[in-house]
């Protein structure tokens, strides 16, 4: 890529208003030039396909053909092309969607101009830009797919099990045979592992989920 032209953006939404908000954006930003635009998918794929820009805005939930089926088409047909989700959701199942489909950001579009300018230019660079609650969802995405539990240590499972038969940090200690400072290490480690902020909470998600029968 040549730094010296400008980065050529393309808007797919389905809202006029947003289009035209996003038209702004990029005529405002240095660098940046319009490269068109699509009211859905489906026309979004087609105008890509004739002329490739470097950079696509893209919405997800949209008529005729969703942003996640236009994403996997687009970057089936171009490989090198940038696609960064600009949406107003960040459900898990989404995130992952999009990017399995070759997105390379996942923006909600509370963005500011700042971020979405940087964005912009790290796609362009190739480089993955994600809004907090997009890599929020991933990790909790990829904790349920490990299993709820299976990064706790042998240790930590333990003194779970010891948890949940009710014993103190005191009683567990000395069931162990170490330290009551370790067993707070040990239970700490548990609460974060598991995503809770209690001991309770730890023992309830260990029945629910069946975690030590794992």
Known sequence: ???????????VDDHAMLRSGLRQFVESI????????????????????????DVILMDLMMPVMNGVEATRQIIRS??????????????????????????????????????????VRSAYAGHATLAPEAAEALIQLTRQKKGLGSDLTEREREVL??????????????????????VKFHVGGILSKLGVSSRTQAITLAWEHKILKK
């Not at 567990?172 to 170490?178: D, E, P, Q």
Request: charged residues 20%; aromatic residues 4%; negative net charge.
């Open 1 to 11: 890529m040549n730094d010296s032209q400008p980065i050529r953006v393309f808007i």
């Open 30 to 53: 240095d660098g940046m030039i319009l490269a068109g635009e699509a009211r859905n998918g489906a026309e979004a794929v087609d105008k890509c396909n004739l002329n490739p820009p």
């Open 78 to 119: 171009n490989p090198g092309m940038k696609v960064i989700v600009l949406t107003s959701f960040h459900e898990q199942d989404l995130v992952e969607e999009a990017l399995q489909a070759g997105a390379t950001g996942y923006l909600l579009k509370n963005v500011s101009v700042e971020e979405l300018a940087q964005a």
């Open 161 to 182: 099990e010891l948890l949940m038969a009710g014993l103190s940090n005191e009683q567990i200690a000395k069931r162990l045979s170490i330290s009551i400072t370790t």
